[in-house]
């Protein structure tokens, strides 16, 4: 008997261990939950309107300075570096020093669909145009104040915009995607999308941002606004007007001119007198600035812009000089040579020589320095300067080049247009110089020639050197002629290379001509 | 059976009657003590052909009468060889009993319970704490390098202290991790460096193992095929290492003290080139360039022979350990203390690693059925490292730089500052000895392994138990480079500082059911098991001093701050897991095991994986046909058949996260998300299936015994972390896709040649040819590429159809000489070959040399590895033998594009003195050339054969002979000790065990500026109270 009490306790005992593991596993459906701390998993997102704020406020890491570590491949954001270095070293205007062969390749044109700076640019719009596209889909949805929510949908509409105007600028016909991806294993082929077709898609983005652009919310700083929209578009339809050498759609151009007459006649935006105020730190996000990519140092080392790293030279004599300039991009001589010597802008451009501390002068050959304002970073390195992606001068140009190409030749307010930039580039800081006169009686190709040069001496290093060459049509003739080292521009050169890494991992991408 | 006992029983009392009754007795009195000299409690002490008998008492003394001086007494004691001693007119026999090695009825610990060796159904390598710690490793890992079949140990620095990487069986994973389950004490730890490192400082990932003090191991089981590693699941895929630890003995007390010293020293330099040889080289560099000659070089012979910068980074550095323990246990309770401080200086100076670890094992029962325990191990180690393993185009290992250096160069200046940096090349490399005095990495790390358990045998046979335990690390890393060394001018100055917090707890409870029904034994287990682990970090890093002095306290005078960043991951894991073990007649044994695990790492789609294992073992011996053949003493035939899994992903991989960014507006910083992964909700473990096939055969009465295993691990489900189009925005997305094979052979044989009482020889050789094979993978032809190393991509590849770790580059064809035609030989496009320069073999139609004439030129993993040793035992004397080597794998040895590179812009080895001239015309070496048309093209010459043998140990101790009765000591022994004594390999770097990158299996087989291996002599003693 005994025996048997003990048996039925002990299975009594067992009983309760099973049922309390039971109950335990009972509970684990919660225990196996993850919860990621470091980020915040996207189903637990996109629920108030901070989150559609953060979200938003997103969009400008990406175009900046980007999510990646310093040693991954995509290091840095869109305009970080890559953009503006790829636009004037695949030109006339700059040649790489370095020994990076991905830049040389695009300075000599000899690049292909390995480039990693064309693939990582590639990379760059794309990713910001995933995290506009999934602003766009989860933001909708939260409740909260309508126009506000429709004021950051704007954003993300006008930066997918910006993004796609680049891609099919730079590659013609592209993937096209107006939602967020979100399934790896699901992505598979994309058809590249008729250029056409993304025009209208970015110039729908456009007259929709303009509509839902707040006044009152979400001001300066690099946010954008409804004249924002209307300076993209001006700068959409210009390109979009110009259709390879002769053809060309007038309409399209009496919009682009529309568009900057809307931005120029805004009140919001001014010239500022002396070129060289356009640099000054204390003047970012004002004046002509119509967007400005921020940078900023001063937040973290690493949110600094690459300007000095890149363009000035080395100068450094112990701890005094500058701090990490490495020289990396020289101008061509032709380029430097373009200028007057009096035009303000080639003193506000290049530098020439520097003064060390200590009194010590020395001089060198020319180093862009139109970014670098010494007196508030007499360091170099690192730089709080922003990037420049559209200022108020463009908008004078674009009337200039638009009008006269509707007219086929200069009208008045095309010469009004071109002369106001002259003039700016005439004062010194104090006076006018005789230099850069006025403009006038010019035939439609000297007209022509006249602006893309008015736009190559105004724009140096700002993101417009190869775009202008290839909507004027004279890439060829133009980096022939600047008798630039090694430099063989072909037919082909007037599109990118898409990526061969996108190319092998999706079969239906194909490729441009000639690549 | 009742009966059997019956009867013996009525002997037993019917003959100590009759002795009493008819015996001329006496009595007999001694100690029985074990090998070391201990005590032996509990050794039945019989008098031959009665059943008569006595048993020692706690003391190891026994008293027994004998009937006259004919009688023979037996000592036995389990797990010792039993002695017999005729009384004679002796009256005080003392015996000391020796280990029995040949043993079968040794019981092996496999997961979640013990089998007795005999009855083993799984393929497992089974190694005693004599093996591993009789001679002072450092760390169990180094003790299990060559000692198991199956089981290669990688090393990818000689730093003391440095992670090394284990493989069982190969590779089976390319994205997660290939690193073995560590189990200690039924605890899984965590021994992902990736998991316990803050990486704040440089050099080489700290040892999660170096928190175990190889002295507290009783044995280390290796399970290597599914039929033991199953049980473990999602987790067994990579193979099981059971780590136990040692407790006290019933009825016992012992305290042990033993301490070992010694020295070490670089086990090979590398000849380079003195600064006379180096001018030399650079003056003939420079003409042959058609440039100006360099001013440094002026006068080569003024120069003389200059520094050897090796021998100034390396030393002679001592090794020292100390080691107390106290251990003992009466009838219802043992224990086990123990302390041990250990020191170890670098070879390279300024590098050492010291740690102290304590730990205490419990056991106690409570009541007749409760049983409660537990153990606690504490160890904290700090680690002062040098940078030798940071990447880079530029290499910036102090190593690499030491044998950059122009030797022409003093390491001092006259005024007794350091030289700065060295002269030949632009950007130079810094003073590598001011770097090793003046950077200061530090790291220390605090780790509690501890658990605590409660039995209760609800029956003999059936006992119920839980288990808690955790493991928490805490990890602080601080490292700071000074504004005047070189490697801190761009800061200048430099300062990280990071600290890693983690916790990793285990409850587990279980049911054990063991019991015999006449020819019918069962066992089985059933567990319950949750695990969860977290860690915290907080990473800090400043540049821009002004100062010096305050190095690493003083982070906030730095003025310009890198990065700051913390984190936080976590996984939890909940399992149910189960075995039976069944045997039939004592003959046919059949092992199940299941597991289903739950882990958080996986997708919403995929949370619990089964891992299902059978194993079938036949006892062949115990058949009638096989009983009278007396030459084979034992044979089992096993065979299994298991799936097991690998979760060794990072935690969040399934989910779509957004990551917090810092936005920038103006000056002012707004917080933003962005996408940083894409979502799967189908990610899961990565599914090995293993089959196995082996048998143990033991011959001649055991005293030579073999076993051999076949196996075949078939990986699938592989994740990758696959490239997607950049045009999703995204790089990559983690996918289970790909399979990969691994299979093999491997041998052990354990012979005993010699066991007489005063000499015993002692031999085990085992092998393994491991053959591995990626059968499937996504992507591009181009595979899976590996880093690249100095800027040379492509130089390993992960490929379809070949073994992961294939090394890929030109073939070379000799030199160019004078008077070949240039137009005849293919080379680079646009470059025209000249007399002295290398020529590659064209793989195809073109004339040019380029990427597409690459060839498989090697591959990392050995084909064969082998490990041998020897124990000679002759009365007291006892002398191991350890020789272990590694065949036919290759080596790239990046280190020779600069000690081969011929342009006077850094020192060369000596083979630039066999350099190309017009007089010297050789086939092998190049011309110098100041600026050569390529450089860093890797080819044949380069990918070095990777193949040693080498002395691993030798050890000669001595045991104080009983006979001394030296008072309160009850056995001593002294031993001194070699290692890594010499190597047989035609690898020219300083050492083939080294791999640079051997934890990735993408970049396995580098040799690029690692800290080298010592070689050492130590003196140490082990002594008993």
Redesign the interface.
């Known amino acids: 008997m005994a025996n048997t009490i003990i048996?039925v306790s002990?299975m009594r005992?067992?009983i309760l261990?099973l049922m309390?593991?039971i109950v335990?596993?009972l509970s684990?459906c919660e225990?196996?939950?993850?919860?990621?701390?470091?980020?915040?998993?996207?189903?637990n997102?996109y629920k108030t309107e901070s989150?559609a704020?953060?979200?938003?406020?997103?969009?400008?890491?990406?175009l900046?300075?980007g999510?990646e570590g310093l040693f991954d491949?995509?290091y840095g954001g869109v305009y970080y570096n890559q953009f503006w270095i790829a636009q004037d070293i695949c030109s006339d205007n700059a040649e790489w020093l370095a020994t990076s062969l991905d830049h040389m390749q695009l300075s000599d044109f000899s690049f292909d669909a390995n480039n990693l700076l064309v693939?990582s640019l590639?990379?760059d719009y794309?990713?910001?145009?995933?995290?506009c596209n999934?602003i766009l889909a989860y933001v909708p949805p939260i409740q909260m104040d309508e126009p506000r929510k429709d004021n950051l949908l704007a954003e993300a509409r006008f930066f997918r915009a910006l993004m796609y105007l680049d891609l099919v600028r730079m590659w013609g016909d592209?993937?096209y995607?107006s939602d967020?991806?979100?399934?790896?294993?699901a992505?598979g082929s994309?058809a590249r999308v008729d250029k056409a077709i993304i025009y209208d898609a970015i110039i729908e983005d456009l007259d929709w941002a303009e509509e839902h652009f707040l006044d009152e919310y979400r001001k300066?700083?690099?946010?954008p606004d409804q004249y924002t929209a209307n300076a993209l578009e001006a700068r959409v339809y210009l390109t979009r007007g110009m259709i390879g050498s002769t053809a060309k759609n007038p309409e399209d151009l009496q919009k682009a001119i529309d568009c900057a007459n809307i931005v120029i006649n805004s009140g919001k935006y001014h010239l500022w007198p002396d070129y060289a105020d356009i640099f000054k730190l204390k003047n970012?996000?004002s004046g002509e600035i119509i967007l400005g990519i921020?940078?900023?140092s001063?937040?973290?080392?690493?949110?600094a812009n690459q300007f000095p790293v890149v363009l000035l030279p080395t100068l450094k004599k112990g701890?005094d000089g500058l701090h990490?300039t490495l020289g990396l991009l020289i101008p061509t001589d032709n380029l430097y040579d373009s200028f007057d010597d009096l035009d303000r802008r080639k003193s506000v451009t290049f530098l020439t020589s520097y003064t060390f501390p200590d009194g010590i002068d020395t001089t060198f050959q020319p180093y862009v320095s139109k970014y670098w304002d010494a007196q508030a970073e007499p360091k170099g390195h690192?730089s709080?300067a922003d990037f420049i992606a559209i200022r108020l001068a463009e908008m004078y140009l674009i009337v200039a080049e638009a009008g006269n190409e509707i007219n086929n030749g200069p009208n008045q307010a095309a010469y009004d247009a071109i002369n106001v930039i002259r003039k700016r580039a005439r004062f010194d800081g104090i006076a006018e110089q005789d230099v850069l006169p006025d403009l006038s009686g010019l035939d439609y190709t000297s007209f022509r020639d006249a602006v893309l040069l008015e736009r190559q001496r105004e724009f140096v290093m700002e993101g417009h050197r190869w775009f202008d060459l290839t909507r004027f049509h004279q890439l060829i003739e133009k980096v022939e002629a600047s008798s630039k080292p090694n430099a063989t521009p072909q037919d082909f050169h007037y599109l990118m290379p898409i990526?061969q890494?996108?190319r092998?991992?999706?079969f239906n991408?194909g490729q441009n001509p000639g690549y | 059976m009742k009966r059997n006992y019956l009867l013996i029983i009525l002997v037993g009392i019917l003959s100590c009657s009759f002795t009493g009754i008819f015996g001329q007795t006496r009595e007999i009195k001694g100690t029985v003590t074990d090998h070391e000299g201990l005590p032996l409690a509990g050794t039945y002490v019989v008098i031959k052909g009665t059943t008569k008998g006595t048993v020692t008492d706690l003391k190891g003394s026994y008293k027994i009468t004998v009937p006259d001086n004919n009688a023979v007494l037996v000592f036995s004691f389990i797990g010792s060889i039993t002695e017999e001693r005729e009384v004679g007119s002796l009256s005080v026999i003392d015996v000391s009993l020796l280990l029995d090695l040949i043993g079968l009825e040794e019981v092996v610990v496999v997961g979640y319970g013990s089998v007795k060796k005999s009855d083993l159904t799984g393929s497992i390598a089974s190694i005693k704490a004599d093996d591993i710690v009789a001679t002072s490793v450092t760390s169990l890992d180094q003790g299990l390098i060559g000692r198991a079949a199956g089981v290669v140990v990688m090393q990818t620095s000689g730093q003391p202290g440095a992670a090394t990487s284990i493989r069982i069986r190969g590779v089976t994973s390319l994205m997660g991790t290939n690193e073995p389950l560590y189990v200690i004490d039924g605890i899984p730890i965590i021994s992902d460096p990736g998991a316990t490192d803050a990486f704040a400082s440089g050099g080489p990932a700290l040892n999660p193992l170096a928190s175990i003090n190889p002295s507290d191991i009783e044995s280390v089981e290796i399970l290597k095929d599914a039929s033991g590693t199953a049980i473990y699941g999602a987790r067994g895929a990579n193979g099981v290492i059971l780590i136990t630890t040692k407790r006290g003995v019933k009825n016992s007390e012992k305290i042990n003290f033993s301490a070992y010293y010694g020295i070490q020293q670089v086990s090979g330099k590398i000849p380079m080139l003195n600064a006379r040889q180096l001018a030399e080289l650079g003056n003939e560099a420079t003409d042959n360039a058609h440039v100006p000659r360099r001013a440094i070089f002026a006068s080569p012979t003024n120069l003389g022979v200059g520094t050897d910068w090796q021998e100034e980074i390396f030393r002679k550095a001592p090794v020292q350990n100390y080691q107390l323990s106290y251990s003992g246990g009466t009838e219802n309770s043992t224990f086990l203390m123990s302390a041990n401080y250990f020191n170890q200086k670098g070879i390279v100076i300024g590098s050492d690693f010291s740690k102290i670890t304590l730990r205490t094992n419990i056991d106690r029962n409570l009541a007749t059925k409760l049983k409660i325990g537990g153990g606690l191990n504490l160890t904290r180690s700090t680690s002062n490292g040098v940078i030798t393993d940071s990447e880079g185009a530029i290499p910036l290992s102090i190593v690499s730089w030491a044998l950059n250096m122009n030797p022409g160069l003093p390491v001092r200046n006259p005024d007794g500052t350091y030289v700065y940096q060295n002269n030949t090349s632009s950007p130079a490399i810094g003073n590598p000895v001011a770097d090793a005095m003046e950077v200061n990495n530090k790291a220390t790390n605090l780790r509690f392994i501890g658990n605590a358990y409660l039995q209760y045998d609800i029956l003999k046979s059936l006992n119920i138990k839980t288990t808690f335990g955790s493991d928490i690390i805490q990890n602080l890393e601080q490292y700071f480079t000074p504004t005047d060394v070189k490697r801190g001018e761009t800061g200048p100055g430099n300062v990280n500082l990071g600290n890693l917090y983690g916790l990793n707890w285990l409850w587990e409870n279980s049911i054990n059911f063991n019991k015999v029904f006449g020819i019918h034994a069962v066992s089985a287990v059933a567990v319950y098991s949750m695990q969860a682990y977290t860690t915290e970090y907080n990473v800090g890093s400043k540049s821009d001093f002004d100062d010096d002095r305050s190095g690493y306290y003083s982070i906030q005078s730095g003025k310009e701050l890198i990065q700051l960043f913390s984190g936080y991951s976590g996984w939890q894991m909940q399992s149910i897991l189960g075995r039976i073990n069944y045997t039939l007649l004592d003959r046919y044994l059949l092992t199940l095991s299941g597991r289903s695990d739950g882990s958080s790492k996986f997708g919403k789609g995929n949370k619990f994986g089964f891992f299902p294992s059978f194993a079938l073992g036949w006892k062949v011996k115990e058949e009638g046909f096989l009983q009278s053949v007396d030459a084979i003493s034992s044979l089992k035939i096993r065979i299994s058949y298991g799936i097991t899994g690998n979760e060794g992903i990072p935690p969040y991989s399934s989910q779509s996260l957004l990551y917090p960014v810092i936005s920038p507006f103006g000056t002012v910083a707004e917080t933003g998300y962005v996408p940083a992964l894409l979502s799967n909700d189908k990610i899961k473990w990565e599914t090995s299936s293993q089959s196995n096939f082996g048998f143990d055969l033991g011959l001649f009465q055991n005293r030579i015994e073999i076993t051999v295993d076949i196996y075949r691990k078939k990986t699938t489900d592989l994740l990758l972390l696959k490239p997607i189009p950049y045009f999703t925005g995204y790089a990559n997305a983690y996918l289970n896709v790909g399979s990969m094979e691994n299979k093999g052979f491997e041998f052990a044989v354990t012979a005993h040649p010699i066991t007489n009482s005063t000499f015993r020889w002692t031999t085990t050789y085992n092998m393994s040819m491991p053959r591995n094979k990626v059968l499937e993978l996504s992507g591009g032809e181009e595979g899976l590429v590996a880093d690249p190393v100095i800027g040379i991509s492509g130089w390993t590849r992960v490929v379809e159809g070949k073994p992961v770790g294939t090394f890929y580059g030109l073939k070379t064809n000799g030199i160019m000489q004078e008077g070949e035609d240039p137009a005849s030989i293919p080379y680079f496009d646009g470059k025209v070959p000249e007399p002295g320069v290398r020529k590659y073999v064209n793989q195809n139609d073109d004339d040019i040399i380029n990427e597409e004439d690459r060839v498989v030129l090697g591959h990392a993993s050995p084909d064969f590895t082998f490990g041998w040793s020897n124990n000679l035992t002759w009365k007291n004397w006892n002398l191991s033998l350890f020789i272990q080597g590694n065949i036919g794998n290759e080596i790239v040895n990046f280190n020779k594009f600069s000690l081969e590179s011929f342009t006077g812009s850094n020192n060369n080895s000596t083979a630039a003195l066999e350099r190309w001239t017009p007089e010297n015309r050789s086939n092998k070496y190049p011309r110098a050339d100041f600026s050569p048309k390529i450089s860093n093209v890797l080819s044949d010459h380069q990918v070095e054969d990777g193949s040693y043998a080498r002395i691993k140990d030798i050890t000669l101790t001595y045991h104080l002979p009983d006979k001394l009765k030296i008072p309160i000591l009850r056995g001593a022994s002294f031993y001194i000790s070699a290692k890594n004594v010499y190597t047989v390999t035609n690898y020219t770097g300083y050492d083939p065990e080294l791999s640079r990158f051997a934890n990735n299996p993408l970049a396995m087989g580098a040799d690029f500026g690692p800290y080298p291996n010592s070689r050492s002599a130590i003196i140490g003693f082990s002594t008993n109270f």
């Open positions: 048996k002990a005992k067992v261990c309390a593991g335990i596993s684990g225990f196996l939950d993850e919860e990621p701390k470091t980020g915040v998993a996207s189903g997102f989150d704020v953060a979200a938003t406020n997103g969009i400008y890491e990406f900046s300075f999510l491949p995509g693939e590639w990379w794309y990713k910001t145009i995933n995290l999934t592209v993937p995607f967020p991806v979100t399934d790896g294993e992505e994309r300066g700083n690099g946010r970012s996000h921020n940078f900023s001063t937040l973290d080392a690493f949110k701890k990490n690192p709080d990526p890494r996108d092998e991992l999706d991408l």
